[in-house]
């Protein structure tokens, strides 16, 4: 059998299994609250008896939607300190509010102010912004925001001016260290930083698409200094481990591979934890031959020195941008009667995958399943793939007549036709100019919301997507094989019924509970709904999600993300929905908790926009009970 896992020996000190420690209660320090990226708070005064009572306490307006380029989404998860939120907004702005009013403090305008040499990567988008304090009464607090132009500031937390130690006046170039035939590429980070001790961390978007792209390397920087203290290669040149995996010279070059959703962190270990999306380019691999390390990885880095601790390949060879396009989660478990700290890393093809913190050995078995081979000359797709044995998975794995939609007979009909024409039925089916289903579509599954975890019970809490996409390759013309490749692709097709709805039968948005103590999903509810559809009789089907959920010590799940722009709040324990809320756009975000003057607050992102193209807002709202 096919390994996976390997792990590598390295000078960490390594701890006994340590009890998941969520932030202190009135803050929500980071975007995950932990360094750990649990998402849980211990703040009870919200409940299932009183959650139906709640109410927006306050919106704040960033006033983006009259300014040029305004109109796009947001994704930022607020954090909290001292009564102080830090957001970042659609054009890259932080903004610095108090928590219990919303009233403005201070605002910096990298844009406007420091206007950038080269373009966004990923259009620009930003999931919020990192803190870091050196500890002492008094003393320096920073707020670190990556822009993805390729730039990290950092800004005084009390005034929001640049530091004028750090970088260049402030900012530091995350470019300076790149090749000069990538440096004007595509680059910049997306999600939030992270930081251990005095050093920030950053994954970095890049190019996907084919030809050469800046590098998907991970990186830290001296959070006083700008300085750059290491960098992993997420594409492994010749003399380093994993090169072996790309044939011939098929690494140079090579971009993607990368940990655009983001990070986590083990303070006391010291360990940085990655979750890496597919190698360029995502849908054609012939230029790539062999499993192409560390694509499709859950990495542990040593945080002082980048050195890689451990990896688990999730994906082989990436044919689907099956990215991992979230941090993992590290929490606590309990097997075999002990407790066992651990790394759960939510993946789009709907799998969760559950390793040891310290040696990244599988918690539960995965086996190596066989995958079909393609018939794209010059393609050659993994001829097996990992997949656990525990938990089962949480998004529908491939469509055919069993399981086409059922919303209603034209709806049906409409859909069998054109799935007669179609590669279809089995996971892992590798694209072809037939056209192929790709289930989990591109979105998930999982996506770059990630999960949330309650350490009292075990339990993690996904949102996932059961849209499926038509993923058809046509052959370039001669003329464009050298810069484009052998092979393109029509484009990002979701197959939709005559009506615009999912293929699949419903529900198409879920939110799962899954018991990571036992490998057994909890509960599966539908999250998000077509009232249209619910007019016509059909059950509740749940909408595409983007953003994902957090989870409380008064038994809520708090989620929006749907594409019927609500706030919801479920029961944790059975997953009945008790609340949910109009917002004055969708929120595409993940939320946030925290208390300030003395009252629970729960704040979502309402940017609206985005890949669900529903209207574009440009609020923070703020839900509290009422006084």
């Not at 919106?59 to 109109?71: A, K």
């Not at 197959?495 to 490998?519: M, Q, S």
Request: with cysteine.
């Amino acid at each position: 059998m096919r390994r996976c896992f390997i792990g590598l020996a390295c000078s960490l000190v390594l701890v006994g299994p340590l009890k998941a420690q969520p932030a202190p209660a009135d803050d929500w320090p980071g975007v995950g609250n932990d360094p750990g990226c649990m998402r849980y708070s211990t703040l009870d005064q919200i409940d299932r008896a009183n959650v139906a009572r709640l109410k927006p306490a306050w919106t704040y307006h960033t006033g983006e939607l009259d300014e040029e380029g305004g109109g796009k989404t947001i994704e930022c998860t607020p954090i909290v300190i001292d009564g102080v939120m830090y957001v970042t907004t659609a054009l890259l702005k932080v903004v610095a509010l108090d928590a219990a009013t919303g009233a403005e403090i201070w605002k910096f305008d990298p844009l406007k102010d420091h206007p950038p040499a080269h373009s966004l990567a990923s259009g620009g988008v930003n999931r919020g912004c990192a803190y870091w304090s050196d500890g002492q009464p008094g003393g320096a607090r920073r707020i670190l925001h990556g822009a993805s132009d390729g730039r990290l500031f950092s800004l005084d937390a009390a005034t929001g001016k640049l530091d004028p130690s750090f970088g260049e006046g402030g900012i530091r170039d995350l470019r300076k260290e790149l090749a000069p035939k990538v440096a004007s590429l595509a680059y910049g980070p997306t999600s939030a930083p992270v930081v251990w001790k005095d050093t920030v961390v950053l994954g970095f978007s890049c190019g996907e698409g084919p030809g050469i792209a800046a590098p998907g390397d991970v990186r830290a920087f001296d959070v006083r200094t700008g300085a750059q203290l290491w960098s992993f290669r997420t594409v492994p040149v010749p003399g380093e481990f994993g090169n072996d995996t790309w044939e011939g010279e098929s690494w140079k070059g090579r971009g993607a591979a990368n940990a655009w959703g983001g990070l986590s962190v083990d303070a006391r270990r010291g360990l940085i934890f990655a979750g890496t999306g597919s190698a360029a380019f995502d849908f054609y691999g012939g230029d790539r031959p062999g499993d192409n390390l560390f694509a499709n990885c859950t990495l542990a880095l040593d945080a002082a020195t980048g050195r890689r601790a451990w990896h688990f390949q999730t994906l082989r060879h990436d044919l689907w941008d099956h990215d991992l396009p979230t941090y993992p989660n590290l929490i606590t478990v309990e097997h075999d009667g002990k407790k066992l700290d651990a790394v759960a890393q939510v993946t789009k093809t709907g799998y969760v995958f559950l390793f040891d913190r310290e040696t990244g050995k599988p918690l539960f078995e995965v086996r190596d399943q066989p995958a079909p081979a393609s018939e794209i000359h010059g393609e050659r797709a993994a001829a097996t793939q990992p997949v656990p044995v525990k938990p089962p998975p949480f998004a529908v794995q491939a469509l055919d007549e069993s399981n086409a939609t059922d919303i209603g007979e034209a709806n049906r009909a409409f859909v069998l036709e054109k799935l007669a024409t179609l590669k279809t039925g089995a996971p892992f089916l590798p694209p072809s100019p037939q056209g192929t289903v790709v289930m989990p579509g591109y979105h998930g599954g999982a996506n770059w919301s990630g999960a949330s975890f309650d350490p009292t019970t075990g339990r993690l809490y996904v949102n996932s997507n059961n849209v499926p996409n038509i993923l058809t390759m046509t052959e370039s013309k001669a003329e464009d094989v050298l810069k484009n490749g052998p092979y393109g692709f029509t484009g990002y097709h979701q197959f939709l019924d005559h009506e615009g709805y999912p293929a699949v039968k419903p529900p198409w948005g879920v939110l799962n509970a899954i018991d990571l103590n036992r490998g057994d999903i909890a509960w599966q509810v539908p999250l998000g709904e077509h009232p249209e559809l619910t007019a016509r009789g059909v059950p509740r089907t749940g909408t595409e999600t983007f953003g994902g959920s957090i989870v409380t010590a008064g038994g809520l799940v708090f989620i929006a993300g749907t594409k019927d722009e609500r706030m919801h709040a479920f029961d944790k324990d059975d997953g009945r929905l008790l609340w949910e809320h109009p917002l004055p756009a969708g929120g595409y975000a993940t939320p946030s908790t925290y208390r300030a003057k003395g009252r629970q607050f729960v704040v979502i992102a309402a940017g609206g926009a985005g890949k669900l193209r529903t209207r574009a807002g440009d609020a923070f709202v703020a839900f509290s009970l009422p006084e």
